[in-house]
């Protein structure tokens, strides 16, 4: 988990406040993702980025958006958070060189605990 | 309905038991098959990695995947209470992109 890290690890916001939660990683990886993780719902991607121009809308992407700052940076903001929002951030890199051809081992950050009252 | 079904539990077991676990899935395109751990608040973290049909196996851990029934296992033999943890399924097609089982939390009692 200390190669990635996320900021807040746990936020309580209002309605309709903008919020930002930060990813940053030293593995060196090109390849960077946001998910959603609720009870009963597993993971759900958000957004994903293969490199620092290139930006992909995931499953849940409404209400949401990112900017890949760096290779190592990767944001994701709530322009009006809403309390369904309420939910485990979790930030995941990988590299496209490891893979061997199909898919790349994710590793995944610690996580931001986020409340939208 | 969802991609990927996986039975939340939860799953309490004495130290020493064989756990099972399982997942069904309904797309035909993925052929890469992973289990992830989940301790309490932490991010997942890479178990098992399995490709197409077969049994892998690493330890204490047996993955198996059939892909004409579209499901895949995971087995942990004589579980430990440091397996207590929430385990996720997931699985890609060559796209990069995972898709995630609910989880199941697991308890093995000392």
């Known amino acids: 988990d200390a190669d990635v890290t996320q900021t807040p690890r746990n936020r309580i916001t209002k309605t309709g406040k903008r919020i930002m939660l930060e990813c940053s990683q030293t593995?060196?990886?090109?390849?960077m993702y946001w998910y959603r993780q609720d009870p009963g719902l597993g993971l759900r991607l958000i957004y994903y980025?293969?490199?620092?121009?290139?930006?992909n809308k995931g499953e849940i992407s409404d209400g949401y958006s990112v900017s890949r700052q760096a290779q190592a940076k990767f944001s994701l903001s709530l322009e009006s958070a809403i309390p369904n929002q309420t939910a485990l951030y979790f930030c995941?890199?990988?590299?496209?060189?490891?893979?061997?051809?199909?898919?790349?081992?994710?590793?995944f950050g610690p996580g931001t605990r986020l409340t939208v009252l | 309905q969802k991609e990927v079904e996986q039975d939340p539990g939860p799953l309490s077991v004495p130290e020493g038991a064989i756990v099972s676990l399982n997942c069904t899935y309904s797309?035909?395109?993925?052929?890469?098959f992973m289990w992830y751990r989940q301790y309490s608040r932490k991010g997942p973290e890479l178990l098992m990695y399995?490709?197409?049909?077969g049994n892998k196996e690493d330890g204490r851990f047996t993955a198996q995947v059939d892909k004409s029934s579209k499901y895949i296992s995971l087995f942990i033999r004589d579980s430990q209470p440091s397996d207590s943890a929430t385990y996720l399924c997931?699985?890609?097609?060559?796209?990069?992109?995972?898709?995630f089982g609910a989880g199941t939390t697991v308890t093995v009692r000392a």
């Open positions: 997931a699985m890609s097609a060559a796209d990069y992109k995972l898709s």
């Open positions: 980025s293969f490199d620092v121009k290139d930006i």
């Open positions: 593995k060196g990886h090109d390849r």
């Open positions: 995941a890199t990988s590299d496209s060189l490891a893979g061997g051809g199909g898919t790349d081992t994710q590793y």
């Open positions: 399995t490709y197409s049909s």
């Open positions: 797309n035909s395109a993925f052929q890469y």
